[in-house]
């Protein structure tokens, strides 16, 4: 099994979010989505508040005001 090398951080392999399709790094998507593979949201679509809270790995996920 070979690796795709990253250069100076950027991701070769193609990861994108879902949401926006922008491309994202390799850590991103490990960190913010689901099971390091699909990501549902990413910080150039979404608050990152919302993608510490779980939009990044949840499709459903519904933003709630502070308070709640």
């Known amino acids: ?3 795709v ?3 100076y951080g950027a991701d070769l392999t ?4 879902l949401n926006c399709e922008t491309r994202v790094l390799e850590g991103t998507v ?3 989505g689901s099971n ?4 549902f949201a990413c ?3 979404t608050p990152l508040r919302d993608l ?3 939009a990044g790995s949840n499709p459903d996920f ?3 005001e502070d308070g709640q």
């Open 1 to 3: 099994m070979s690796t």
């Open 5 to 7: 090398p990253t250069v």
């Open 14 to 17: 193609g990861n994108r979010c």
């Open 30 to 32: 490990r960190v913010f």
């Open 36 to 39: 390091g593979v699909d990501l």
């Open 43 to 45: 910080p150039a679509c």
């Open 52 to 54: 510490q809270r779980g």
């Open 62 to 64: 519904t933003r709630q």
